[in-house]
Structures are given as structure tokens and as C-alpha cells.
């Protein structure tokens, strides 16, 4: 009889994106992450090095679905007839409502590690380009070619995710969106 369990390496990503997301990566620890991931901590060093490399490829493998998942919510929205901007705002006014919402896992990584060499900062860097990317398109639908008013518009929704997590408030969203259209407007 086959397993119907994912393989101890894909169950090791999954424990450690899960459990770095809720707890903190320095507060995670490889004995809860093996446990969590029904294997032994021999199993997870035969598949990482370490668990600084662990949390990095977990990580990694988050960003572009990411990414992708936000820009198709965002584009559902737009196909619906809203504002390629004000579509990105309630889309993140749904996730930063979510009950599991602890902020941007992305931004989380790269301010709890204080290490410059430590895997999740490409990482982190990475997502966090690729959200500017997606922003700069958003501003370009609407007809926005400046890249001035496509950084403003960047860090009001990098501010967002920072607020919106620290202070536990999904209005934030709303309000950014209105910060980001008047920027938009000027």
C-alpha cells in the first residue's frame, strides 16, 4: 500500500514555513519542526544542512506563488471593473483581515534575522521587489508612468502590511488606499 503522505522533504518545508510564520524563526526551533513534519531531526539534516538553509528554501518556495496569487486576486477585481490600484487595497484588506494573519512573512523574515548572510534575506529581498514590480504595473493600468509615484505607492503598501500586522487592523488597507489614490492623483 503506496503512502499517501508528501515526501519528508515537502512535509519539512511546510512545517518550517508554518511554524517560522506563527512563532518567529529564532523562536522555531528543529525539534518542533521535525515533530511537526512527522520525521526525526536525522531526516531533516539529511535533507538541510542546517535549519537556517531549512527556513530559507521554505521561504524561497513561497515567494512567486505569492506573488501570483496577489496579482490574480487583484486582477479578479479589476475584471470586475475596479481600479488596478484600488483592487490591490481590497485585496489586501481581505488577507489582512484573515484570521491566521500575522503580517508579511516575507518582511518578518528580514527584520527578525539579524544576520546579513543568512538565506531568508535574498529571500526577502526578492518578494519584496517583486511586489514593487507588481505595484509599478498597477500604476501603469491606470496610466501612471512615473516611478516617483510608484515607490510612493510601493511603500504605502509595504506600510500597510507593517501596520496592519503590529497594530492588528485590517482597516488599514482602506485607509492606505486612499493615501495611495490621492499620490496617484497629484
Do not use: W
Not at 511554524?19 to 531531526?41: Q, S
Not at 538553509?53 to 524561497?60: Q, S
Request: some cysteine; proline content about 4%; aromatic content about 4%.
Amino acid at each position: 500500500m503506496a503512502s499517501t503522505q508528501p515526501p519528508a522533504r515537502e512535509r519539512l518545508l511546510h512545517a518550517a514555513a508554518l511554524l517560522t510564520y506563527t512563532g518567529g524563526i529564532e523562536a522555531t526551533g528543529v525539534d518542533a519542526i521535525a515533530r511537526t513534519a512527522g520525521v526525526t531531526k536525522r531526516t531533516l539534516y539529511q535533507h538541510f544542512r542546517s535549519k537556517d538553509e531549512l527556513v530559507g528554501t521554505a521561504l524561497e518556495l513561497r515567494d512567486q506563488p505569492a506573488l501570483d496569487a496577489l496579482r490574480t486576486a487583484v486582477d479578479r477585481r479589476v475584471s470586475r471593473g475596479a481600479k488596478p490600484v484600488d483592487a490591490l487595497f481590497t485585496t489586501l484588506a481581505k488577507l489582512f483581515g484573515g484570521d491566521a494573519y500575522r503580517g508579511c512573512a516575507f518582511q518578518n523574515a528580514g527584520l527578525e534575522v539579524a544576520d546579513p548572510a543568512h538565506p531568508v534575506h535574498p529571500v526577502t529581498r526578492s518578494h519584496i521587489d517583486g511586489r514593487a514590480a507588481l505595484v509599478a504595473d498597477l500604476c501603469r493600468e491606470e496610466g501612471v508612468d512615473d516611478p516617483e509615484v510608484h515607490e510612493a505607492v510601493r511603500l504605502i503598501v509595504e506600510g500597510a502590511f507593517v501596520v496592519s500586522a503590529t497594530q492588528r487592523d485590517a482597516a488599514v488597507a482602506a485607509r492606505a488606499a486612499k493615501a495611495a489614490r490621492r499620490v496617484l492623483q497629484r
